[in-house]
């Protein structure tokens, strides 16, 4: 940086913050670092008590901090996202609609190791709403090596580092298994419990059917909601290793491929995703219907955004796939999932 008449600044950048005080009313920076001084600063400038200011020199092969915030953005806007413009060497990215939060971790990582810049995001594999901060990203310095913000374009490639998945209208079949449920012993209290999560994440219920526990009647049940169009299918109950609970041989023998049949999340061991042909077929564990969060919760939404989860994806929910229970939820802003 190098000194200057105030008078001569008209189009330098600031090298630090310009602090204005006015006894009992303000004491807050009237002009921040980095900002390009205009012909209409100058009088506020000298007000303050400035009559030099420390700028920036241009220097070959050395970036200001907006324009390395601006090649940030590049790396890491993706699909379905808006960023705000430059300020003080920081852009942020929105959710440009509903949907599901993707993001390159690997990427992400080696960018930040590098030290001088900072990508700070939500948790990837969660709901956003349009509107949604996404990400921060800046650079620390006031200016950097124009060499390192060009190996940050090597590391990430032409695949940016975060997008956002559109949810999708979805068609959804349930099918509600229990003899007791379909002699009328006890009440549904699983199926409305369903059907208004799958309506939060925008999806068209199209009804459901009582099986019973009979696992050739689940399994007809499952083949004729597929056939009618539906998209996702749903089976509630009977997914324990009780001798009487038949909803996972069904499921098996109606689709072409399981997934995972228990995973590392409580409440919520004994969830099961397969999938006929492109089709998930689901078979959701009691706990569902009554408790307030569960694996249900994780993974529908990554279901909703189209994304065919393998069984790596279930593995990898064990560290934060414990539910507190808190007596007030706070859910998505908590440690469940993440």
Same mark, same amino acid.
């Given at each position: 940086?190098?000194l200057?008449?105030?008078? /001569?600044?008209?189009?330098?950048v600031?090298?630090?913050?310009? &602090?204005?005080? *006015?006894?009992?009313?303000?004491?807050?920076?009237?002009?921040?670092?980095?900002?390009?001084?205009?012909e209409?600063d100058?009088?506020?400038?000298?007000?303050?008590?400035?009559e030099?200011?420390?700028?920036?020199?241009?220097?070959?092969?050395?970036l200001?901090?907006?324009d390395?915030?601006?090649?940030?953005?590049q790396? =890491?806007q993706?699909a379905?996202?808006?960023?705000?413009?430059?300020?003080?060497g920081?852009?942020?990215?929105?959710?440009?609609? /509903?949907?599901l939060?993707? +993001?390159?971790r690997?990427k992400?990582?080696?960018?930040?190791?590098?030290g001088?810049?900072?990508?700070?995001s939500?948790?990837?594999?969660?709901?956003?709403k349009?509107? /949604?901060?996404?990400?921060?990203?800046r650079?620390?310095?006031?200016?950097? $090596?124009?060499?390192?913000?060009?190996?940050?374009?090597?590391? =990430?490639?032409?695949?940016?580092?975060? =997008?956002?998945?559109?949810?999708?209208?979805?068609?959804?079949?349930?099918?509600? &298994?229990?003899?007791?449920?379909?002699?009328?012993?006890?009440?549904?209290?699983?199926?409305?419990?369903?059907?208004?999560?799958? @309506?939060?994440?925008?999806?068209?219920?199209?009804?459901?059917?009582?099986?019973?526990?009979?696992? $050739?009647?689940?399994?007809?049940? *499952?083949?004729?909601?597929?056939?009618?169009?539906?998209?996702?299918? %749903?089976? !509630?109950?009977g997914?324990?290793?009780?001798?009487?609970?038949?909803?996972?041989?069904? *499921?098996?023998?109606?689709t072409?491929?399981? *997934?995972?049949?228990?995973a590392?999340v409580?409440?919520?061991?004994?969830?099961?995703?397969?999938y006929?042909?492109?089709?998930? %077929?689901?078979? +959701?564990p009691?706990?569902?219907?009554?408790?307030?969060?569960?694996i249900? /919760?994780? %993974?529908?939404?990554?279901l909703?955004?189209? @994304?065919?989860?393998?069984a790596?994806?279930f &593995? $990898?929910?064990?560290?934060?796939?414990?539910?507190?229970?808190?007596?007030?939820? !706070?859910?998505?802003?908590?440690?469940?999932?993440?």
């Amino acid at each position: 940086m190098k000194l200057i008449r105030t008078e /001569d600044a008209v189009g330098s950048v600031l090298c630090h913050d310009i &602090t204005q005080i *006015i006894p009992g009313v303000v004491k807050d920076a009237v002009f921040r670092k980095g900002h390009v001084v205009t012909e209409e600063d100058i009088p506020v400038l000298l007000s303050v008590g400035k009559e030099h200011l420390y700028v920036w020199e241009a220097q070959e092969g050395m970036l200001h901090e907006n324009d390395a915030a601006e090649i940030l953005r590049q790396v =890491c806007q993706g699909a379905n996202m808006t960023a705000s413009e430059p300020k003080e060497g920081k852009i942020e990215l929105m959710a440009q609609c /509903d949907g599901l939060l993707k +993001l390159n971790r690997e990427k992400l990582n080696r960018v930040n190791a590098m030290g001088q810049m900072v990508l700070a995001s939500r948790h990837g594999d969660f709901p956003v709403k349009k509107g /949604d901060k996404i990400a921060g990203m800046r650079v620390v310095p006031l200016v950097i $090596e124009e060499e390192k913000m060009n190996r940050v374009k090597e590391i =990430c490639g032409d695949e940016p580092i975060f =997008c956002v998945l559109p949810f999708r209208r979805m068609k959804a079949g349930i099918v509600t &298994t229990g003899n007791e449920v379909l002699s009328g012993r006890i009440r549904d209290q699983f199926t409305p419990a369903v059907v208004k999560k799958l @309506e939060e994440a925008g999806m068209d219920v199209m009804g459901n059917v009582l099986t019973g526990d009979d696992p $050739e009647k689940v399994s007809g049940a *499952i083949r004729k909601w597929l056939d009618q169009g539906a998209e996702m299918v %749903v089976c !509630t109950g009977g997914m324990s290793v009780d001798p009487d609970d038949r909803t996972p041989l069904a *499921i098996r023998n109606a689709t072409d491929t399981v *997934i995972t049949y228990g995973a590392p999340v409580l409440p919520g061991a004994m969830f099961m995703l397969a999938y006929a042909g492109g089709a998930p %077929v689901v078979g +959701l564990p009691g706990c569902v219907m009554y408790a307030r969060r569960t694996i249900f /919760d994780l %993974v529908l939404p990554r279901l909703a955004a189209g @994304e065919r989860l393998k069984a790596a994806d279930f &593995t $990898e929910m064990g560290e934060g796939g414990l539910c507190l229970n808190c007596e007030v939820c !706070t859910y998505p802003n908590c440690g469940f999932g993440k």
